[in-house]
């Protein structure tokens, strides 16, 4: 099974301020059709995950797009360029390149 | 925008079986999607149940693949989860998602449901 480990697993930044979230696979997500199956979720206080980024680096639609996904093989980075209050919550990176699908431990972003 | 809504008790005693059903509108299950599962323990992170295409066809996560089961009734358009032999470990809130073939992701999901494994 792939195993997903991110860091950090809290952040508190400022308002306005970049935020940098790591993603590593146990192996790599590349598929053989080029695309790296990567995502990227948020859950945001008493809801359920919403998709953020797809395929490593494509943003869902409505995302704004101070959300970046990059990355390829077994590295991934979420990036917030100007985090906002309404961006806290816990992000999960995703693996669905085989089952079972494995979700990264969560980081939690918090305000300071 | 298809919507999904988990239903089932939210209370389950140790060694019974969790029975979840996900009710599906605005779209069907009989599209080229996967509709699956993904819990949650309280205060932890989110794990993969399993999930189920239209056909039958399933996958399961093999943490638990001896203890649950996933079917499909097109005819009230909903699926549903069982999960055997519970403990106070499977005490969690128990999502359905839309899983998307192309591109790949979960883009819709249920709003949850808390089911409590105690006697």
């Known amino acids: 099974d792939i195993v997903m480990t991110q860091s950090p697993l809290s952040l508190r930044v400022s308002p306005g301020e970049p935020a940098s979230i790591s993603c590593r696979s146990s192996?790599?997500?590349?598929?053989?059709?080029?695309?790296?199956?990567l995502d990227w979720y948020l859950q945001k206080p008493g809801q359920s995950p919403q998709l953020l980024i797809y395929?490593?680096?494509s943003r869902a639609s409505g995302v704004p797009d101070r959300f970046r996904g990059s990355g390829s093989g077994t590295d991934f980075t979420l990036k917030i360029t100007r985090v906002g209050a309404e961006d806290v919550g816990v992000y999960y990176c995703?693996?669905?390149?085989?089952?079972?699908?494995?979700f990264g431990q969560g980081t939690k972003l918090e305000i300071k | 925008q298809v919507q999904l809504q988990e239903s089932g008790p939210g209370l389950v005693k140790p060694s019974g079986t969790l029975s979840l059903t996900c009710g599906v509108s605005?779209?069907?299950?009989?599209?080229?999607?996967?509709w699956g599962w993904v819990r949650q323990p309280p205060g932890k992170g989110l794990e993969w149940i399993g999930e189920?295409?239209?056909?039958?066809?399933?996958n399961y996560n093999p943490s638990l693949k001896s203890r649950v089961s996933l079917s499909v009734d097109k005819s009230k358009n909903q699926f549903s989860l069982e999960l055997t032999s519970v403990t106070a470990a499977d005490t969690a809130v128990y999502y359905c998602?839309?899983?998307?073939?192309?591109?790949?992701?979960?883009?819709?999901w249920g709003r949850g449901t808390l089911v409590t494994v105690s006697s």
């Open positions: 998602a839309r899983y998307k073939v192309t591109p790949p992701y979960f883009d819709s």
């Open positions: 605005g779209g069907s299950v009989s599209t080229d999607n996967w």
């Open positions: 189920i295409y239209h056909i039958g066809s399933t």
């Open positions: 192996r790599s997500l590349l598929n053989t059709n080029g695309y790296n199956y």
């Open positions: 395929l490593g680096s």
């Open positions: 995703m693996q669905s390149l085989q089952t079972p699908y494995a």
